[in-house]
């Protein structure tokens, strides 16, 4: 609790007593309205006060100003002597402890992701000749050694210098069995270091680490705004003057109708009635839960390491039909072994050496496990001119000899003939000199859970999976049937890929997602209704460019986030039917005279304590399957 809450209790509390000591006392005339006045201005005049601020300022119609005429005029009837000041009283009690009881909910679940903010490290030991020294994150330059003592969190993302330890990735990945790292391991920042001492090369600087990123990400996240909160506000502005104008003509046409039919018009008890139909009718439970609900899914989500960027992002997951999957990296794991190398004319030892080194700078997945299976120590003086083509390969100079490796497109675009090779994997044709050099076989393979993913994508009901590659069709046909995809294309160029999925995307009655790896397809993640980047240690374009991140690469955690969406969308519709439905139901009675204020204001804080546990549960949805 808050101390602003807990004075706001004391404030309830203390108006609530008196209240009741009240009702005992027997005062008449201007004494007990004097007396009344007291618990009835202890608890309502802030909420008078903003509403003489709202009608200042020319925003009339707020919920301030609904319980502000709706109390004033009780207390008017209870001068008059047909009504008592207990009513008055009463509804700003009420709704104040509704106020606050939704305060603290918010509190609850902002705490809640606050946990995750949790991941904010304090200080980094920077070491210094021997010595180590506590800095503030921020001011630890690329390549530092810092040292992270079990218990501490990695405050910057780095690489192990030394030491071995078991790292506890749980606030970022939700995944709670401890990761071990070693010697020449990346770590990234975020993650609590459990059993030994690790000495790190810092890789990046504060804020470009993975956890100034996540903060980034989640403090943001709340300003984009779902289409049904839209709704809610625009809604909101046209029901409040509609119901002062229905609480109006409640007050004054049956009277009128009375009068002019030669009956009693009965002016204080359509009064009355008017007043209680506009406690009733203040939408603050709808105004309240629906961001909160958001907020908490968010949450929740943020809790099973899937970042969602926006309330409106989680809307669209939830109405998500039909994914797309990039295949290297997002399906499969996107660390290539080399199973064969065919050269033409050179040892295979000379042709994997030149192929590695003029694949030296490249960051693609086959680069690196050309360079792996090589072993051998790059020596960037040997490689200049280096050119990477994406979708297409490399072309270098490496000793001075004029170095291309890449796939049958990229050697026709070089103007070297190639060879039909049936190889059962990725081809990676080399050409030296501009001369056909011979091709190796590198292949992929498949993650654990990727066929699983799929499987468990169909039965949540998405339609349709598509697997687009810019490998060629014998490899992407091997992966697709591996996963039970619906359909694939393969050899397709990045702009092919957003070319396909806007193909997709026509005609389409739900939203499609397209879940890459970042490698090269951040065209295609910002081309998406929803883009999902796996892995927060993919590249940082795709990361930007994504609406929902993965933090770890599994792809299970697609079919969770569209879990957790899906019922958080499902707890926005019950809250919006739920709480209509019982206002609409009050209005009813209260307009036939069957209810009065007490149950009106039962009903709105009623609903809205209801409407806020139920936003609650989606902040505990990241815990279930
Ligand atoms: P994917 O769609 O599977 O992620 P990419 O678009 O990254 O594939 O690459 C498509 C194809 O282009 C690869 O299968 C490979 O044949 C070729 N290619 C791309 N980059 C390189 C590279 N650095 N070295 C060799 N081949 C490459
Ligand atoms: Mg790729």
Not at 174 to 182: H, K, T
Not at 317 to 339: E, I, P, Q, W, Y
Request: proline share 3%; aromatic share 6%; glycine share 10%.
């Amino acid at each position: 609790m808050t101390r602003k809450q807990k004075k706001m209790l004391a404030r309830i509390l203390v108006s609530a007593a008196l209240m009741v000591a009240l009702l005992f006392v027997p005062a008449e005339g201007w004494l007990r309205f004097t007396l009344w006045m007291v618990p009835y201005l202890l608890i309502g005049y802030d909420i008078l006060w903003d509403a003489v601020r709202g009608i200042v300022a020319g925003q009339v119609f707020d919920e301030n100003f609904l319980m502000a005429v709706a109390t004033v005029g009780a207390v008017a009837l209870g001068l008059m002597g047909s009504g008592d000041y207990t009513e008055a009283v009463a509804v700003m009690l009420f709704y104040q402890l509704g106020e606050w009881f939704q305060s603290y909910a918010v509190g609850k679940s902002r705490r809640s992701i606050g946990a995750l903010m949790d991941i904010r490290p304090d200080f980094a030991r920077v070491e210094r000749g021997g010595e180590t020294e506590e800095v503030d994150p921020d001011e630890v330059a690329v390549g530092s050694v810092i040292v992270v003592q079990p218990g501490e969190r990695v405050p910057i993302d780095g690489v192990v210098l030394s030491g071995a330890s078991d790292l506890d990735t749980a606030a970022l990945t939700g995944e709670s069995l401890p990761r071990d790292v070693g010697e020449g391991d990346e770590v990234i920042s975020g993650c609590i270091n459990l059993t030994g001492v690790l000495r790190l090369r810092t890789t990046k600087g504060y804020g470009e680490s993975t956890v100034a990123r996540i903060l980034d990400l989640v403090e943001n996240a709340g300003s984009r705004k779902a289409r049904v909160e839209h709704f809610i506000s625009r809604f909101a502005r046209v029901y409040t003057p509609a119901v002062c104008g229905a609480a109006l003509a409640l007050a004054v046409l049956p009277p009128v109708v009375c009068l002019a039919l030669g009956d009693a018009p009965l002016w204080s008890q359509w009064l009355y009635r008017a007043l209680t139909f506009l406690v009733i009718s203040c939408p603050c439970a709808l105004v309240i839960s629906i961001p909160l609900t958001f907020f908490a899914g968010i949450g929740g989500a943020g809790r099973c390491g899937v970042l969602v960027k926006g309330a409106n992002f989680l809307e669209a997951l939830a109405d998500t039909d039909c994914v797309v999957f990039d295949k290297t990296g997002t399906l499969t794991r996107g660390t290539f072994s080399v199973s064969g190398v065919y050269p033409q004319h050179m040892a295979a030892q000379e042709l994997l050496e030149l192929t590695a080194l003029a694949e030296s700078a490249s960051s693609h997945p086959i680069s690196r496990s050309l360079v792996a299976a090589w072993g051998g120590e790059v020596d960037r003086s040997r490689v200049q001119n280096i050119h990477e083509r994406s979708g297409h390969g490399v072309q270098a100079t490496v000793d001075g000899r004029s170095v291309a490796a890449g796939n049958r497109r990229w050697m026709a675009e070089l103007g070297v003939d190639c060879p039909d090779c049936a190889a059962a994997g990725t081809v990676v044709h080399i050409s030296v000199d501009g001369v056909y050099a011979g091709y190796i076989v590198v292949s992929d393979t498949l993650k654990p859970h990727s066929a699983e993913a799929i499987a468990q994508l169909k039965a949540a009901g998405v339609k349709k999976t598509v697997m687009l590659t810019g490998d060629n069709e014998a490899a992407a046909q091997a992966v697709a049937a591996a996963v039970g995809v619906d359909e694939v294309r393969s050899r397709l160029l990045p702009q092919e890929k957003v070319a396909a999925v806007e193909q997709l995307l026509a005609n389409r009655r739900g939203k499609l997602a397209f879940v890459g790896d970042g490698v090269n397809d951040a065209p295609v993640l910002s081309r998406a209704d929803i883009g999902i980047a796996m892995g927060a240690m993919g590249s940082d374009a795709a990361i930007e460019a994504a609406d929902v991140v993965l933090m770890d690469d599994d792809p299970m955690k697609i079919v969770r986030a569209i879990r957790i969406a899906r019922r958080c969308l499902a707890i926005v519709r019950q809250n919006i039917v739920f709480a209509l439905g019982v206002k609409v139901l009050c209005l009813l009675l209260v307009a036939v005279g069957a209810a009065g204020m007490w149950l009106g204001i039962f009903a709105d804080v009623g609903v809205m304590v209801l409407a806020v546990l139920n936003a609650m549960r989606a902040l505990r949805a990241g815990g279930e399957n």
